[in-house]
């Protein structure tokens, strides 16, 4: 499969193209970014053609990997599409409805296939454990917590001036993740019951879910660095058990996700970390935002 790269930020270079790059059912082409400089060093790095025309790269590769912020990735995505090329998506799909819809709607028409990369579904500690729950059922509760270190006073990460993190928060950032192990193993979410904000970008928030557990989330960026890391706890009728550690970097998952690309495009089988899929975690996350907001006036 030929594919090409949109974007030359920090996680492209960290993760997409080395991702790309080795793995060996596919053939990377090249580099695009809103950047031409950038996208020539990136494509320099590993030995590929930096593209000035985002269509030139779309009309010589089968698929792209996107690693933009989401209104951009949104957008391209759905030309990407249009064009015939298979999607590699990063969380979140978009941030809002209309957007993602518009997104699901290019790839069905064209007949491609997407995936979104969730990082913990494509880990392969992380993906087993979340298959095992899932289909172990009789869940009642689940406690999510992702806290990153991205705008915390100790912060040194690459990731701390992205403008589209810094506007939108732990919300939309680190939200995706946790919804991507909450849901298929208690099921889409009924309503949001609650969310209000904590310190810094923090946002608590409460689901219902249509399993009928119940789940509560605790999501920031602004933690100290002491405090970082993810985890999931689960409780019912089997007793309790928490999300493991995965050992994988998020270049091996990024893999992993081409990986599931590759079959979905060959098979004709939509991932479970499709588009559509990715557009229903859009339209949770905007029911939150939209009852933060109403909390805040």
């Given at each position: 499969?030929?594919?090409?790269?949109?974007?030359?930020?920090?996680?492209?270079?960290?993760?997409?193209?080395?991702?790309?790059?080795?793995?060996?059912?596919?053939?990377?082409?090249?580099?695009?970014?809103?950047?031409?400089?950038?996208?020539?060093?990136?494509?320099?790095?590993?030995?590929?053609?930096?593209?000035?025309?985002?269509?030139?790269?779309?009309?010589?590769?089968?698929?792209?990997?996107v690693?933009?912020?989401?209104?951009?990735?949104?957008?391209?995505?759905?030309?990407?599409?249009?064009?015939?090329?298979?999607?590699?998506?990063?969380?979140?799909?978009?941030?809002?409805?209309?957007?993602?819809?518009?997104?699901?709607?290019a790839?069905?028409?064209?007949?491609?296939?997407s995936?979104?990369?969730?990082?913990?579904?494509?880990?392969?500690?992380?993906?087993?454990?979340?298959?095992?729950?899932?289909?172990?059922?009789?869940?009642?509760?689940?406690?999510?917590?992702?806290?990153?270190?991205?705008?915390?006073?100790?912060?040194?990460?690459?990731?701390?001036?992205?403008?589209?993190?810094?506007?939108?928060?732990?919300?939309?950032?680190?939200?995706?993740h946790?919804?991507?192990?909450?849901?298929?193993?208690?099921?889409?979410?009924?309503?949001?019951?609650a969310?209000?904000?904590?310190?810094g970008?923090?946002?608590?928030?409460?689901?219902?879910?249509?399993?009928?557990?119940?789940?509560?989330?605790t999501?920031?960026?602004?933690?100290?660095?002491?405090a970082?890391?993810a985890?999931?706890?689960?409780?019912?009728?089997?007793?309790?058990?928490?999300?493991?550690?995965?050992?994988?970097?998020?270049?091996?998952?990024?893999?992993h996700?081409?990986?599931?690309?590759?079959?979905?495009?060959?098979?004709?089988?939509?991932?479970?970390?499709?588009?559509?899929?990715?557009?229903?975690v859009?339209?949770?996350?905007?029911?939150?935002?939209?009852?933060?907001?109403?909390?805040?006036?």
């Amino acid at each position: 499969m030929r594919i090409g790269l949109l974007g030359t930020g920090p996680w492209a270079g960290m993760a997409h193209a080395p991702a790309l790059n080795e793995h060996p059912g596919l053939d990377f082409v090249g580099v695009w970014g809103r950047r031409p400089d950038a996208a020539k060093t990136l494509a320099d790095q590993f030995g590929v053609r930096a593209y000035d025309d985002v269509d030139a790269l779309f009309a010589d590769v089968d698929a792209v990997a996107v690693a933009l912020p989401p209104a951009v990735q949104a957008d391209l995505a759905v030309r990407a599409a249009r064009a015939g090329c298979h999607l590699l998506l990063d969380k979140p799909l978009a941030t809002t409805v209309e957007q993602g819809r518009a997104v699901v709607e290019a790839a069905r028409e064209a007949g491609v296939a997407s995936v979104v990369f969730f990082t913990t579904r494509f880990v392969t500690e992380t993906a087993v454990w979340i298959n095992e729950q899932a289909g172990a059922g009789g869940w009642f509760t689940a406690r999510a917590q992702w806290l990153g270190a991205l705008f915390g006073s100790d912060s040194d990460s690459p990731f701390a001036d992205s403008p589209w993190r810094q506007e939108q928060g732990a919300l939309w950032d680190v939200g995706p993740h946790a919804l991507s192990v909450l849901l298929p193993i208690l099921g889409d979410v009924r309503r949001v019951a609650a969310a209000a904000p904590g310190p810094g970008d923090t946002v608590q928030m409460v689901l219902d879910h249509a399993g009928g557990a119940s789940s509560s989330l605790t999501l920031s960026l602004s933690a100290p660095a002491a405090a970082a890391g993810a985890g999931v706890e689960l409780r019912g009728e089997y007793g309790v058990t928490v999300l493991p550690e995965g050992t994988e970097g998020a270049v091996t998952a990024l893999v992993h996700a081409a990986d599931a690309l590759i079959d979905a495009a060959r098979t004709g089988e939509p991932h479970a970390c499709d588009a559509a899929f990715a557009l229903r975690v859009t339209e949770i996350l905007v029911e939150a935002e939209a009852l933060l907001e109403s909390n805040a006036r």
